[in-house]
């Protein structure tokens, strides 16, 4: 039977990249030489299964001979892979990431639905990433509920029963059954007996996304939240037209002891490559920032501004943010000039004459009530299950806060506020803060999204969730378009739940403001730093994270850098406070990171530390930030937590077995060792910490 090929003309490594899809009249093939994955297609009509995926090589046990592949519900019709289809048509498609695959398109007996499948595949990585498109042959508009863009069925009793499920960013451990929620990003499901598992990859937004591992029974489900879920995800889509749903990725793997290997190695892999992230298309990092947000909050002025910029820069900071305090009034965002009599142009030039790059904190969906844009605009606002104005923030009365919908002329409004902002103060860095879809502060589900029935955007409360998501994401891809060098500060808040961040927010902005741990609390702040950036990364590359508020004065300030190195490194607190001495050791780190990241680029990388875990009471920790594209080098982070231990040995991977590498300590660079790749893998350097709670930072550099 004739099997027709696809060839994709894409440059891979000098080469020509093979296709990874083949089909003919009964079954679709996908292979790129790691794994493998084959579909059964209907013909003419009949069932769409996924009847084999696994490593290319090897035994993979977890996946019965018959997957339903898919599930979803429209008007309350139940359709899947097991459902009856037609084929249509399979046809080659690629993206601009070097993925290549195949569309699948299916009508279903009912005539009522047309659905493609789309899957891809990328060199080198064991990854199939896919999505759903749902088109609407009805006459009248239909509703996408309850959706798994991935349902794969595993064999009884062992794969449940025996594998072990990682949650929360693939970092807690558990056994089943589990429903993951707005935390799982990304899970991975490993049985040590096999030693095989898989990573299930969700990048769906916020509050809407859900993978569910054995929960309604043996089988591996992810996509969109389901209907009776606490935040339900609805889409109506209208006669003719289609929904394309977030993808989704999945990674099969084999001869595998420990699944934090893949979680160091072919995730971050994938997602700086391929998933076409901003940090991935940022040409400078920002690798040290201060924000005035603690201890000053709203207590801002031009004289105090200026003041603190002047100490930040003499510190060898490389940002410079201006938070909440700055404005009239929340809505309006214009200048208080009781604050800032010359308004803020004169202080964004001054900070930029200090060299460095200006930030301001702005917040993207609220109004006070005092504001004229919602006195102008009440149409623009999100309202409550009983029609009144709605704070989605916190159930406190911040200044009158009323949450905007972004089903309206809001989102237009707000970019024309942003654009002014950044480009008549030529500003680098946004902070975008305060709840858009859901609070991460109120727990009353009822609290979320927009009941209003007349915003064009959506119909309905549960579709207002998932059209507000998206609104935004738009907004700030129209920021990006006009200013490519932004760094947008997505906040936590805005995402919608406590320290969430996901790969949703990844490929629209840049970072996410993570946590406040406020306080001089020495080194249980450091340890809630070091452990954030651990529990984060690194299914979530480590500079997206961005973790408030250690003050740059606090006692023992250097080990807030040195943990927070790990991380996107920022301070806050008073600068002015510092002594000459101590400003010229703020300017070394300062330095330091920045030459770090002009040889290594390490702001793009974070892998585990071999032999050390989750940061804790008692023990070791540490990270590594090695280049693992180049092996040229990167740093590495070690730090006692009130161990009885005073010397630990540290290997370093990702780097070139045969090369020769320099240990150097920071920021002074002294030389501790010279040592090959394989030797710093397989034996390690020694570190020696004598007090109590301490830290170090190392470079490691390829002798070239």
């Given at each position: 039977?004739?099997?027709?090929?696809?060839?994709?003309l894409?440059?891979?490594?000098?080469?020509?990249?093979?296709?990874?899809?083949?089909?003919?009249?009964?079954?679709?093939?996908?292979n790129?030489?790691?794994?493998?994955?084959?579909?059964?297609?209907?013909?003419?009509?009949?069932?769409?299964?996924?009847?084999?995926?696994?490593?290319?090589?090897?035994?993979?046990?977890?996946?019965?001979?018959?997957?339903?592949?898919f599930?979803?519900?429209?008007?309350?019709?139940?359709?899947?892979?097991?459902?009856?289809?037609?084929?249509?048509?399979?046809?080659?498609?690629?993206?601009?990431?070097?993925?290549?695959?195949?569309?699948?398109?299916?009508?279903?007996?009912?005539?009522?639905?047309?659905?493609?499948?789309?899957?891809?595949m990328?060199?080198?990585?064991?990854?199939?990433?896919?999505?759903?498109?749902?088109?609407?042959?009805?006459?009248?508009?239909?509703?996408?509920?309850?959706?798994?863009?991935?349902?794969?069925?595993?064999?009884?009793?062992?794969a449940?029963?025996?594998?072990?499920?990682?949650?929360?960013?693939?970092?807690?451990?558990?056994?089943?059954?589990y429903?993951?929620?707005?935390?799982?990003?990304?899970?991975?499901?490993?049985?040590?007996?096999?030693?095989?598992?898989?990573?299930?990859?969700?990048?769906?937004?916020?509050?809407?996304?859900?993978?569910?591992?054995?929960?309604?029974?043996?089988?591996?489900?992810?996509?969109?939240?389901?209907?009776?879920?606490?935040?339900?995800?609805?889409?109506?889509?209208?006669?003719?037209?289609?929904?394309?749903?977030?993808?989704?990725?999945?990674?099969?793997?084999?001869n595998?002891?420990?699944?934090?290997?893949?979680?160091?190695?072919?995730?971050?892999?994938?997602?700086?490559?391929?998933?076409?992230?901003?940090?991935?298309?940022?040409?400078?990092?920002?690798?040290?920032?201060?924000?005035?947000?603690?201890?000053?909050?709203?207590?801002?002025?031009?004289?105090?501004?200026?003041?603190?910029?002047?100490?930040?820069?003499?510190?060898?900071?490389?940002?410079?943010?201006?938070?909440?305090?700055?404005?009239?009034?929340?809505?309006?965002?214009?200048?208080?000039?009781?604050?800032?009599?010359?308004?803020?142009?004169?202080?964004?030039?001054?900070?930029?004459?200090?060299?460095?790059?200006?930030?301001?904190?702005v917040?993207?969906?609220?109004?006070?009530?005092?504001?004229?844009?919602?006195?102008?605009?009440?149409?623009?606002?999100?309202?409550?299950?009983?029609?009144?104005?709605?704070?989605?923030?916190?159930?406190?009365?911040?200044?009158?806060?009323?949450?905007?919908?972004?089903?309206?002329?809001?989102?237009?409004?707000?970019?024309?506020?942003?654009?002014?902002?950044?480009?008549?103060?030529?500003?680098e860095?946004?902070?975008?803060?305060?709840?858009?879809?859901?609070?991460?502060?109120?727990?009353?589900?009822?609290?979320?999204?927009?009941?209003?029935?007349?915003?064009?955007?959506?119909?309905?409360?549960?579709?207002?969730?998932?059209?507000?998501?998206?609104?935004?994401?738009?907004?700030?891809?129209?920021?990006?378009?006009?200013?490519?060098?932004?760094?947008i500060?997505?906040?936590?808040?805005?995402?919608?739940?406590?320290?969430?961040?996901?790969?949703?927010?990844?490929?629209h902005?840049?970072?996410?403001?993570?946590s406040?741990?406020?306080?001089?609390?020495?080194?249980?702040?450091?340890?809630?730093?070091?452990?954030?950036?651990?529990?984060?990364?690194?299914?979530?590359?480590?500079?997206?994270?961005?973790?408030?508020?250690?003050?740059?004065?606090?006692?023992?300030?250097?080990?807030?850098?040195?943990?927070?190195?790990?991380?996107?490194?920022?301070?806050?607190?008073?600068?002015?406070?510092?002594?000459?001495?101590?400003?010229?050791?703020?300017?070394?780190?300062?330095?330091?990171?920045?030459a770090?990241?002009?040889?290594?680029?390490?702001?793009?990388?974070?892998?585990?530390?071999?032999?050390?875990?989750?940061?804790?009471?008692?023990?070791?920790?540490?990270?590594?930030?090695?280049?693992?594209?180049?092996?040229?080098?990167?740093?590495?982070?070690?730090?006692?937590?009130?161990?009885?231990?005073?010397?630990?040995?540290?290997?370093?991977?990702?780097?070139?077995?045969?090369?020769?590498?320099?240990?150097?300590?920071?920021?002074?660079?002294?030389?501790?060792?010279?040592?090959?790749?394989?030797?710093?893998?397989?034996?390690?350097?020694q570190?020696?910490?004598?007090?109590?709670?301490?830290?170090?930072?190392?470079?490691?550099?390829?002798?070239?």
């Amino acid at each position: 039977m004739k099997v027709f090929l696809f060839l994709i003309l894409l440059a891979f490594d000098g080469a020509i990249a093979q296709p990874f899809a083949s089909w003919n009249s009964n079954t679709l093939t996908l292979n790129n030489g790691i794994v493998q994955r084959v579909i059964q297609l209907p013909s003419p009509e009949g069932n769409f299964l996924t009847t084999s995926y696994k490593p290319v090589v090897g035994e993979f046990k977890y996946f019965l001979p018959e997957n339903t592949d898919f599930q979803f519900e429209s008007n309350g019709i139940i359709y899947s892979g097991k459902s009856n289809w037609s084929l249509t048509r399979v046809k080659s498609i690629s993206d601009s990431l070097q993925g290549n695959g195949a569309a699948v398109t299916l009508l279903s007996s009912d005539k009522k639905i047309e659905l493609t499948l789309k899957y891809l595949m990328y060199p080198n990585l064991p990854v199939i990433r896919k999505s759903l498109v749902v088109k609407n042959l009805g006459s009248e508009a239909s509703s996408l509920e309850s959706v798994d863009v991935e349902k794969l069925n595993v064999i009884n009793y062992w794969a449940s029963t025996f594998s072990w499920i990682y949650s929360d960013y693939g970092r807690r451990k558990s056994i089943g059954p589990y429903e993951g929620n707005k935390q799982d990003a990304l899970m991975i499901v490993h049985n040590m007996d096999w030693e095989a598992g898989m990573v299930i990859g969700n990048e769906a937004s916020g509050v809407l996304k859900r993978t569910a591992l054995f929960w309604d029974g043996p089988e591996i489900t992810t996509g969109l939240t389901h209907k009776d879920a606490r935040f339900p995800f609805r889409k109506w889509i209208k006669p003719q037209e289609s929904f394309e749903t977030p993808q989704v990725f999945t990674m099969v793997y084999n001869n595998r002891k420990n699944p934090e290997e893949i979680l160091s190695s072919a995730v971050p892999d994938y997602v700086r490559k391929h998933m076409g992230i901003r940090l991935s298309v940022l040409d400078e990092k920002p690798t040290f920032v201060y924000n005035t947000w603690n201890p000053f909050e709203k207590n801002i002025d031009e004289k105090l501004v200026m003041e603190l910029a002047k100490a930040a820069a003499d510190a060898g900071m490389k940002e410079f943010v201006i938070d909440d305090g700055w404005q009239d009034s929340y809505g309006d965002w214009g200048i208080d000039y009781q604050k800032f009599p010359n308004g803020l142009k004169p202080v964004f030039d001054y900070i930029k004459s200090l060299g460095m790059k200006p930030g301001l904190w702005v917040s993207v969906g609220s109004a006070s009530s005092k504001s004229n844009v919602f006195k102008q605009h009440p149409e623009w606002f999100a309202r409550d299950k009983n029609g009144n104005f709605a704070n989605l923030h916190i159930d406190q009365a911040v200044d009158e806060i009323r949450s905007a919908c972004y089903s309206t002329g809001w989102k237009d409004y707000i970019k024309g506020v942003l654009l002014k902002l950044a480009v008549d103060y030529g500003l680098e860095y946004l902070k975008l803060d305060f709840a858009v879809v859901s609070s991460a502060y109120v727990f009353n589900v009822e609290n979320s999204g927009c009941y209003s029935t007349e915003h064009s955007g959506h119909k309905d409360h549960h579709e207002s969730m998932y059209a507000n998501y998206e609104r935004m994401w738009e907004l700030f891809d129209e920021l990006h378009a006009t200013k490519p060098k932004l760094f947008i500060d997505c906040t936590f808040e805005t995402m919608g739940g406590l320290q969430m961040i996901d790969y949703a927010m990844l490929k629209h902005a840049e970072g996410n403001w993570l946590s406040n741990f406020d306080g001089d609390k020495g080194e249980k702040t450091d340890l809630r730093v070091r452990n954030m950036a651990w529990w984060r990364s690194p299914a979530i590359p480590a500079t997206a994270l961005v973790i408030g508020n250690p003050q740059m004065q606090d006692k023992g300030w250097e080990m807030h850098i040195k943990s927070l190195a790990g991380a996107l490194p920022i301070m806050l607190g008073d600068p002015r406070q510092l002594s000459p001495n101590d400003l010229k050791k703020y300017r070394a780190y300062a330095d330091w990171l920045q030459a770090m990241q002009t040889k290594h680029d390490f702001m793009s990388f974070r892998q585990d530390l071999p032999g050390f875990g989750e940061p804790m009471e008692g023990s070791w920790d540490g990270f590594q930030r090695i280049n693992s594209d180049t092996s040229s080098g990167g740093i590495v982070g070690i730090f006692k937590q009130g161990s009885n231990e005073n010397i630990r040995r540290v290997s370093v991977q990702m780097l070139d077995p045969t090369a020769n590498y320099r240990i150097l300590s920071a920021p002074e660079g002294k030389e501790i060792d010279q040592m090959t790749g394989k030797d710093l893998e397989g034996k390690g350097f020694q570190v020696k910490l004598d007090n109590r709670y301490d830290g170090k930072l190392f470079e490691i550099v390829k002798i070239l």
